[in-house]
Nanobody, 115 residues
């Protein structure tokens, strides 16, 4: 059974940084795309960043230039480096792993940006 375990969330002041990590285990097949989504209270889940197997990346306009997604294929891990955090970045962040035709999600990690 495919499992995703996220870590790295927490409380940070505006302008600060956090690094999220997600480890995928239990997959019998290669992981295709990996990504991060977020959901703020009262809002729909939205794409933050996505990275393909070959390293091509895609970012939400709101995080371009501030967030960087990366992955380690040998370790089935994806990271999200978040810099210059803003109040609007407060949300639960979810890791995504695409295996075959299925999407798998992590349980979410809370990121709170507050002064």
């Amino acid at each position: 059974q495919v499992q995703l375990v996220e870590s790295g969330g927490g409380l940070v002041q505006p302008g600060g940084s956090l690094r999220l990590s997600c480890v995928v285990s239990g997959s019998r097949f290669s992981i295709n795309g990996m990504g991060w989504y977020r959901q703020a209270p009262g809002k729909e889940r939205e794409l933050v960043a996505h990275i393909t197997t070959f390293g091509s990346t895609n970012y939400a306009d709101s995080v371009k230039g501030r967030f960087t997604i990366s992955r380690d294929n040998a370790k089935n891990t994806v990271h999200l480096q978040m810099n210059s955090l803003k109040l609007d970045d407060t949300a639960v962040y979810y890791c995504l792993a695409q295996v075959g035709l299925r999407n798998y999600w992590g349980q979410g990690t809370q990121v709170t940006v507050s002064s």
